[in-house]
């Protein structure tokens, strides 16, 4: 059975400390590996991976994708308030050659103290 | 502002009635999805459709109906016969074809007692 699985499931730090979220997957097929961010209601888009290596970079926030290893990590710098939330990752399959649909992790609650 | 709009943002019900969540998109996309978070768990899609007239079942599409008879429009309907309906459901968008990202809508509360 496909499965995504996000670690830590929660985590609490301190203004300007630096996070590292993690997520492994089982997946046949793979297509790409996508990480959001959740505030309140609606997930947003962060990052969209599907090769190895390659880190995708937005202002503080960076991720790469491991697909030997089947991980990716998110990483957040010099976090601020603001970045409290819950961070989702999903794989997307590929399914019969037409556009797949996600399979998502529990997510990882991130909580910054000022 | 193109964008996905759920309503309503809270919906309360009794159990055995049916009850039927709005999604419209102004993005013109193609998909459209349909998706069930519940506490403690990640997302889990109830049904999508990749075009007009056309849909899907999801991992957990018993006890849902949808329809697409707009390209606009993905209406979903929780039906009596969903043993465990009260959740936040999310609908969501993307542009058909590969590598495209799924576009959010803010979500609809329904509880059900």
């Known amino acids: 059975e496909d499965k995504v699985v996000q670690s830590p499931l929660s985590l609490v730090v301190h203004e300007g400390d630096t996070v590292t979220l993690n997520c492994s997957y089982e997946?046949?097929?793979?297509?790409?590996l996508l990480w959001y961010k959740q505030e309140k209601k609606a997930p947003t888009f962060l990052f969209m991976l599907?090769?190895?290596?390659i880190e995708k970079k937005s202002g503080r926030l960076s991720s790469i994708l491991d697909k030997k290893e089947l991980f990716s990590i998110l990483n957040i710098t010099a976090t601020q308030t603001g970045d409290s939330a819950v961070y989702l990752c999903?794989?997307?399959?590929?399914?019969?050659?037409?556009?797949?649909?996600?399979?998502f992790g529990k997510g990882t609650k991130l909580s910054v103290k000022p | 502002d193109g964008g996905i709009t759920q309503s309503p943002k809270y919906l309360f019900r009794k159990e055995g009635q049916n009850v039927t969540l709005s999604c419209e998109q102004n993005l013109n996309h193609d998909a459209m999805y349909w998706y069930r978070q519940d506490p403690g768990q990640g997302l889990r899609l109830i049904y999508y459709?990749?075009?007009?007239?056309?849909?899907q079942k999801g991992d957990i599409a018993e006890g849902y109906s949808v329809s697409r008879e707009k390209k606009e429009s993905f209406p979903l309907t929780v039906t009596s016969a969903q043993k465990n309906p009260t959740a936040f459901y999310l609908c969501a968008s993307s542009i058909r074809g590969l590598n495209s990202p799924l576009h959010f809508g803010n979500g609809t509360r329904l509880t059900v007692t």
């Open positions: 999903a794989v997307e399959p590929l399914l019969g050659g037409s556009q797949g649909n996600l399979i």
């Open positions: 599907t090769s190895s290596g």
């Open positions: 459709s990749q075009i007009v007239n056309d849909f």
């Open positions: 997946v046949t097929n793979f297509r790409s």
